[in-house]
């Protein structure tokens, strides 16, 4: 059975991005893992060890990658008490590693005796709250694109991720909020060419790879546009899975 892939929007919250090392415990093993982003009720992975959906771990917090980590036997930490139940929800791989969605098996009261509500709290404060207001699924990307504005100014730069309403363009050089740009791409495997007109909304400098982060919200869609743009997200989300 082929499986399908949503466009709509599923999730009643966002996830952030984060980076925390924690140990994933099962099977009386301890094994390391890299959070990557981070909701209420739910968390990504970044780890080199398989996993399996329904497949059931305890997630003990280490600390941030680049500081001093906790490094315990597996007999020491399966005594610490605020263990975070979890169930793989989906697995994938990603490169030379793998992916892994999971779900919390815990929730209120439980929840907040884990360490999970204090990062939670933490993430909130500093990257705002979890409510879910896009409509539409984004597959996350990484296509070359030129961003062109109503000037004919144009950068060269990536889709970092797509919707049917939406994406994020990431190049070395940056345009104002407001500004009105088309977005083209060109023909590759398994996806036509695109091009695309829309307003940025805002963008970020990222200081890690030292570009801007523009947020353009899609306009102008006709029927042909959106079946264009809806083969995107459902082509992306088969190579990434989607959870």
Not at 66 to 73: A, D, I, N
Not at 93 to 114: C, I, M, P
Request: aromatic share 6%.
């Amino acid at each position: 059975m082929l499986r399908t892939y949503p466009t709509e929007e599923r999730r009643r919250h966002i996830r952030h991005v984060c980076r925390y090392a924690i140990y994933a415990l099962e099977r009386k093993k301890a094994r390391e893992a890299i959070v990557i982003d981070i909701g209420p009720l739910g968390l990504r992975i970044h780890t080199v060890n398989k996993y399996y959906p329904g497949q059931k771990l305890e997630l003990v917090f280490r600390g941030v990658p680049g500081g001093k980590l906790t490094r315990l036997p597996y007999q020491k930490l399966a005594t610490v008490p605020n263990r975070l139940p979890c169930k793989v929800a989906w697995f994938l791989r990603q490169g030379d590693a793998y992916e892994a969605g999971l779900v919390y098996q815990v929730e209120g009261a439980e929840l907040k005796n884990t360490w999970v509500h204090t990062v939670l709290e933490k993430t909130a404060s500093e990257q705002g709250a979890f409510e879910e207001r896009r409509k539409m699924v984004r597959a996350k990307a990484h296509i070359d694109a030129e961003m062109r504005n109503d000037e004919g100014i144009s950068v060269q730069g990536l889709l970092t991720n797509i919707s049917l309403g939406g994406a994020l363009f990431q190049s070395k050089q940056h345009m104002n909020p407001g500004a009105s740009v088309t977005i083209s791409v060109r023909a590759q495997a398994k996806l036509p060419a695109l091009r695309v007109s829309g307003d940025i909304l805002h963008h970020q400098f990222d200081v890690v790879s030292n570009s801007s982060i523009h947020c353009v919200r899609f306009k102008d869609l006709h029927e042909q546009l959106l079946e264009q743009l809806k083969r995107y997200v459902t082509v992306l989300l088969k190579t990434q899975g989607s959870g």
